[in-house]
């Protein structure tokens, strides 16, 4: 927290990186995690599913504390959820998923930043086209 403020402060952009669906994630500690990333100062944000690789330590174990579905590879891809945990549901995971995007980007001064950002129409094509894109993989 007090890195990405003194990085707002000196004028530095800062991405901040969030997963969630981790083996031991419950509700509880997935709303942590949106509430901690929509207080940070972040210039912009990613939220991935966490999923288990073939040849990880994560793949080894994701039996242990969850259900995968192995078989179609297209799923591993950090956005579909190809590992649920114990006491979650694959809707629930995409909509946190949903509303941590929201809860960052609808802010006023995120979205006026963002805003911001457009110089050009093609730059506004390619922000809407990441929106449409989250919200195609956020509603599955």
């Known amino acids: 927290?007090?890195?990405?403020?003194w990085c707002k402060k000196l004028k530095i952009c800062v991405s901040g990186f969030f997963m969630i669906g981790h083996p031991i994630d419950t509700p509880e500690t997935i709303?942590?995690?949106?509430?901690?990333?929509?207080?940070?100062?972040?210039?912009?944000?990613?939220?991935?599913?966490?999923?288990?690789?073939?040849?990880?330590?994560s793949y080894k174990k994701a039996r242990e504390y969850g259900v995968y579905e192995?078989?179609?590879?297209?799923?591993?891809?950090?956005w579909t959820p190809s590992f649920v945990p114990k006491g979650l549901t694959?809707?629930?995971?995409?909509?946190?998923?949903?509303?941590?995007?929201?809860r960052f980007y609808l802010r006023p001064d995120v979205l006026l930043r963002q805003i911001g950002k457009i110089r050009s129409l093609w730059?506004?094509?390619s922000f809407l086209r990441s929106a449409f894109l989250g919200l195609m993989f956020t509603k599955k």
């Open 1 to 5: 927290e007090d890195v990405v403020g």
């Open 31 to 57: 709303q942590e995690t949106i509430e901690f990333a929509a207080k940070l100062p972040l210039t912009d944000l990613i939220a991935t599913i966490h999923t288990p690789i073939p040849g990880t330590e």
């Open 70 to 78: 192995e078989g179609d590879w297209t799923s591993l891809n950090y």
């Open 90 to 102: 694959k809707e629930y995971i995409l909509s946190k998923q949903s509303e941590l995007y929201r």
């Open 123 to 125: 730059i506004l094509m």
